[in-house]
């Protein structure tokens, strides 16, 4: 059965776990580790850990927050956030992570894709996509780097089909225009990406309804829902999600 997965995400900076719009405005929410032993046990299928302002800083992931959430948690962890060398991934794995997740770094150097998924294996390797609107682009949708502050002029789907040539064994397409409104995914962004790989695509950035959730996998074509502030806020529980899906025929694992 090809379930379709329900994944928090644990936004974090100086090691808190933090919910914004944009990227920005960023509010305190809690402890990532608490938060994600909780969502493991809620019935959440995987926990994507983002430290979103690793880049920007310039330094490499809270390693520390990190480990504590490793500990508390027993499905899958993606980590993302200031990874920019195969050491560093390897150190990420070394703790317990499952899969790191890269966005700036793999744009700088795509080879970086390819090296990782040949030393760790593609299924440890997923590309996250940061996108903004740009109708100047043959998709309409621009890749933005160091936590969605930068334009790069890359075309996402191109992006995205280059990234999994390189090996990358997911990809996690965030939309910037719709992050943390709750207004509902980018689902033509979504689906331009998800129709141009054969990976599997988490849709990620404004789910505020369990409507979205459906839209995302019914319109957008997506194997897995991100979700973070209807979760985080308590709007609606991991298992009301899932029932939610499955009312609607989606195959989720209860």
Same mark, same amino acid.
């Given at each position: 059965?090809?379930?379709?997965?329900?994944?928090?995400?644990?936004?974090?900076?100086?090691?808190?776990?933090? $919910?914004?719009?944009?990227?920005?405005?960023?509010? *305190?929410?809690?402890?990532?580790? !608490?938060?994600?032993?909780?969502?493991?046990?809620?019935?959440?299928?995987?926990?994507?850990?983002? %430290?979103?302002?690793?880049?920007?800083?310039?330094?490499?992931?809270?390693?520390?927050?990190?480990?504590?959430?490793?500990?508390?948690?027993?499905?899958?962890?993606?980590?993302?956030?200031?990874?920019?060398?195969?050491?560093?991934?390897?150190?990420?794995?070394?703790?317990?992570?499952?899969?790191?997740?890269?966005?700036?770094?793999?744009?700088?150097?795509?080879?970086?894709?390819? !090296?990782?998924?040949?030393?760790?294996?593609?299924? $440890?390797?997923?590309?996250?996509? *940061?996108?903004?609107?740009?109708? $100047?682009?043959?998709?309409?949708?621009?890749?933005?780097?160091?936590?969605?502050?930068?334009?790069?002029?890359? *075309?996402?789907?191109?992006?995205?089909?280059?990234?999994?040539?390189?090996?990358?064994?997911?990809?996690?397409?965030?939309? =910037?225009?719709?992050?943390?409104?709750?207004?509902?995914?980018?689902?033509? =962004?979504?689906?331009?990406?998800? %129709?141009?790989?054969?990976?599997?695509?988490?849709?990620?950035?404004?789910?505020?309804?369990?409507? +979205?959730?459906?839209?995302?996998?019914?319109?957008? +074509?997506?194997?897995?829902?991100?979700?973070?502030?209807?979760? +985080?806020?308590?709007?609606?529980?991991?298992?009301?999600?899932?029932?939610?899906?499955?009312?609607?025929?989606?195959?989720?694992?209860?």
């Amino acid at each position: 059965m090809n379930y379709r997965r329900v994944i928090p995400c644990l936004d974090t900076k100086n090691g808190r776990l933090v $919910k914004g719009v944009n990227f920005v405005n960023l509010r *305190d929410v809690g402890d990532p580790a !608490e938060n994600a032993a909780a969502y493991s046990e809620a019935g959440a299928d995987e926990l994507v850990f983002l %430290d979103i302002t690793a880049t920007l800083e310039g330094r490499k992931t809270f390693i520390d927050a990190v480990k504590r959430t490793v500990e508390r948690t027993t499905i899958p962890l993606t980590v993302g956030g200031g990874i920019s060398s195969c050491q560093g991934i390897e150190e990420l794995l070394a703790l317990g992570v499952s899969k790191v997740s890269m966005n700036t770094a793999a744009v700088r150097n795509p080879n970086l894709v390819r !090296e990782a998924a040949t030393r760790f294996g593609s299924d $440890k390797i997923t590309v996250a996509i *940061d996108t903004a609107k740009n109708p $100047k682009l043959p998709s309409g949708f621009e890749v933005m780097v160091k936590g969605g502050t930068t334009g790069t002029g890359i *075309d996402a789907v191109e992006w995205a089909r280059k990234v999994e040539g390189l090996g990358a064994g997911a990809i996690l397409p965030t939309s =910037m225009d719709t992050d943390g409104k709750q207004t509902g995914y980018d689902i033509p =962004m979504t689906r331009a990406i998800a %129709d141009a790989v054969s990976l599997p695509v988490i849709a990620s950035g404004g789910a505020g309804a369990l409507e +979205h959730l459906y839209e995302a996998i019914d319109q957008g +074509h997506a194997d897995a829902v991100l979700v973070a502030s209807i979760a +985080h806020f308590g709007t609606f529980s991991i298992q009301q999600m899932k029932d939610y899906l499955a009312s609607r025929g989606v195959p989720v694992r209860r």
